[in-house]
């Protein structure tokens, strides 16, 4: 009985402060910008507890959100969706109030780094050791001058070749001389039928039978 009060009793901050030392930090890279988001959005619910945080509160936030921010707002929503899905590893046995909630839709879009940002962006890039991947993806891009997906396709051999002469220094040989040839055979004298032997037509229609010939 005890433990059912306790679940009933939960806040959405407790659970957040749960989520974010026991899921976010150890599982996701972005959650800085997750605990940025509760602060600015979700923090106003630390002191209400999670079975009284109802779908049309979570319908509220996110079209409030969406109005100016619309990927912003599907940012804070999935936050929400996971919290109360993790929040089942505690005890928690009531509603997901994020289902059934639709997303905006998101466009991606083009952005391109100025001639002072690049350096900086590179900088940014080496000086991160979690991004070793990505540092060698983006420098990559760069050097190809490819998109993310384009390149999936491209392929390169790469070769770390290195020439070592001895003796007199190497001459440069020209190609040798070759008398041209036509490949294609001279036609016949006579004339040499190359069409097809047999022509299809249904019964009873007329057509016009031609002989391709050369000669």
Do not use: C
């Amino acid at each position: 009985a005890l433990k059912v009060m306790a679940r009933a009793a939960m806040t959405f901050g407790a659970l957040w402060e749960w989520f974010l030392e026991n899921h976010a930090k150890a599982r996701k890279r972005s959650w800085k910008s997750d605990e940025h988001r509760y602060k600015k959005y979700l923090a106003v619910w630390k002191n209400r507890k999670l079975v009284d945080i109802t779908a049309a509160d979570v319908q509220a936030l996110h079209g409030r959100i969406g109005r100016e921010h619309p990927t912003g707002a599907n940012r804070v929503l999935a936050i929400v969706s996971v919290m109360f899905s993790k929040a089942k590893m505690l005890g928690f046995d009531g509603p997901n109030p994020t289902k059934g909630i639709e997303r905006f839709a998101e466009h991606s879009r083009d952005r391109f780094l100025g001639a002072d940002e690049l350096p900086k962006f590179l900088a940014a890039l080496d000086a991160d050791e979690t991004l070793e991947v990505w540092r060698h993806f983006f420098k990559l891009l760069l050097l190809t001058a490819e998109t993310g997906e384009d390149i999936s396709f491209a392929h390169a051999d790469w070769a770390d070749a290195k020439l070592l002469v001895t003796g007199e220094r190497p001459a440069i040989v020209g190609a040798p001389h070759e008398d041209a040839v036509i490949l294609t055979p001279k036609p016949p004298r006579t004339p040499r039928i190359n069409g097809a032997r047999i022509f299809g037509v249904h019964p009873g229609h007329p057509f016009l039978f031609t002989i391709p010939a050369t000669g």
